[in-house]
């Protein structure tokens, strides 16, 4: 535990090469019920990480995310040229994004003066097993296609936020991972200060559109396909799934023109190839451990 273990991780810090902390809350459901616990975590926790990694003179690879651009009106967000565009207070769900920001902005400012080696990341949508756990989505805290794999096996309804038209680009986990062991690898210096995007845009999908795809792979899959009926597809407004302190944004698509340059890295796996992979790995989980996928048929 970050906030317990403190010895141990400053022990571990002044010892290693590279920092990455990616301890964080990460669940849009949380930052509108509990801003402050994801406050206390997101920032302040992981501030006293990056002051330690000053201190000991330890590079630091630190996770930002993609929410950073929040509103921003640009098509493909850029690392270094695209605003940071937040909504109001009164929308608590912006307490990661802002967070995580401010974070960037302190790891920026001591690279400037000299004294921390560091590179940002900001992951975008990633997806693929092993992120999280069917029983995670139960107590509504996982990614999106977690969820609707778990609904799929319930059949229970897929709810779409405000109708699903959100667009996202899905990036396949191992895609991710070799960009980011480019980044740890850092050859020749060509990581150090830099924010680097790390998604497919390639991959672009409405979540809509992906639960659509979902409920069609499941329907194909050797144990599904004759179930005859699968989970409902229905629509739910914001307040009623995350409480009124939600907002959502409409599109968020990387530029990767930066990783492609500096790292070499390109994204390899197509949208259904890394949702198929994915429903493969969640169903094989479910028949191991049981007692999911028990919900009746809706007619």
């Known amino acids: 535990d970050i906030a317990i273990n403190k010895e141990w991780i400053e022990y571990h810090i002044k010892k290693c090469d590279v920092a990455l902390p990616l301890v964080a809350i990460a669940t849009p459901m949380v930052y509108v019920k509990n801003p402050l616990r994801v406050f206390e975590l997101d920032f302040e926790e992981n501030l006293r990480i990056v002051r330690q990694c000053v201190q000991y003179k330890t590079r630091i690879i630190f996770p930002s995310t993609s929410e950073v651009y929040g509103m921003s009106p640009d098509a493909e967000f850029s690392e270094d040229e695209s605003t940071l565009v937040l909504g109001p207070i009164n929308k608590q769900r912006w307490i990661y994004s802002c967070s995580k920001q401010l974070l960037d902005r302190v790891i920026w400012a001591y690279g400037q003066e000299g004294k921390l080696q560091f590179s940002m990341i900001r992951p975008f949508n990633w997806i693929g097993p092993k992120l999280d756990d069917l029983y995670a ?3 509504g805290s996982s990614r999106v296609v977690t969820q609707f794999i778990l ?6 309804p897929i709810r779409l936020v405000d109708g699903g038209f959100q667009k996202r680009c899905f990036t396949y986990v191992e895609d991710g991972i070799d960009c980011l062991m480019k980044i740890i690898e850092n050859p020749g210096g060509a990581a150090d200060g830099q924010i680097f995007n790390i998604g497919n845009p390639d991959n672009e999908a409405s979540v809509k ?3 659509h795809m979902l409920r069609d792979l499941f329907a194909q899959h050797p144990d599904h396909k004759d179930d005859g009926v699968y989970a409902d597809i229905v629509e739910t407004r ?3 799934y ?3 302190g939600y907002q959502d944004i409409t599109s968020r698509k990387p530029s990767i023109a930066k990783a492609r340059k500096l790292l070499g ?12 992979i994915t429903l493969d790995s ?3 989980e479910a028949k191991e451990v049981g007692g999911i996928g028990s919900g ?4």
Do not use: M
């Open 242 to 244: 995350y409480g009124k």
């Open 238 to 240: 914001h307040e009623d």
């Open 137 to 139: 989505a139960k107590e």
């Open 265 to 276: 890295w390109e994204p390899k796996t197509d949208l259904i190839t890394s949702l198929k």
């Open 296 to 299: 009746e048929a809706k007619e």
């Open 209 to 211: 559109e992906l639960a």
């Open 151 to 156: 609904n799929l096996l319930e059949r229970t």
């Open 282 to 284: 969640f169903l094989e």
